[in-house]
T-cell receptor, first 112, second 112 residues
């Protein structure tokens, strides 16, 4: 299974943009890049996903490198509610289901 | 409102006792999943079910059992054979052909 590498932690100030990096050098051609986030003592929440092209939604933007070996989750204006652990995940269709492999993620702290 | 419910939020059991964690969804999703999360770590897949009356082992199925008699329900039993059962347990569901997994709020199990 392809793995992802993320920094253990990052910090940001409120209302500033945040760029959360993720390396996935062993990604295969059919792996989708997913981002989930998890607030303390809650279940993970889907943020965004993409395959090759950059993606935007109401929560964030996902920038994918041309070689697909890295990607960046962009929060355009961080708020205190964005403080969470962010997981970069490669979704591979294996054994008949969409398999998500969660790493340790990046813990984002947002300062007022 | 559609969603996934897990009960109870906190559960305490004595060592050697079996315990069953509840997971119910009203999203009409075919696929359901159980994950385990230990402090400071990502999620690990215990079991998953693609359709009713069918389920498959995940990465850490030993000491756990599941059933899928109804589309809406996917209970997880933590048996006495599970050597280190204290953890945060998360249930998720997804549409058969979709990619996004929706997570419940989790059950924190403590074995004394």
């Amino acid at each position: 299974d392809a793995k992802t590498t993320q920094p253990n932690s990052m910090e940001s100030n409120e209302e500033e943009p945040v760029h959360l990096p993720c390396n996935h050098s062993t990604i295969s051609g059919t792996d989708y890049i997913h981002w989930y986030r998890q607030l303390p003592s809650q279940g993970p929440e889907y943020v965004i996903h993409g395959l090759t092209s950059n993606v935007n939604n109401r929560m964030a933007s996902l920038a994918i490198a041309e070689d697909r070996k890295s990607s960046t989750l962009i929060l355009h204006r961080a708020t205190l509610r964005d403080a969470a652990v962010y997981y970069c995940i490669l979704r591979s269709f294996s054994g008949g289901y969409n398999k998500l492999i969660f790493g340790a993620g990046t813990r984002l702290a947002v300062h007022p | 409102d559609g969603g996934i419910t897990q009960s109870p939020k906190y559960l305490f059991r004595k060592e050697g006792q079996n315990v069953t964690l509840s997971c119910e969804q009203n999203l009409n999703h075919d696929a359901m999943y159980w994950y385990r999360q230990d402090p400071g770590q990502g999620l690990r897949l215990i079991y998953y079910s693609q359709i009713v009356n069918d389920f498959q082992k995940g990465d850490i199925a030993e000491g756990y059992s599941v059933s899928r008699e109804k589309k809406e329900s996917f209970p997880l039993t933590v048996t006495s054979a599970q050597k280190n059962p204290t953890a945060f347990y998360l249930c998720a569901s997804s549409r058969e052909v979709d990619y996004e997994q929706f997570f419940g709020p989790g059950t924190r199990l403590t074995v004394l």
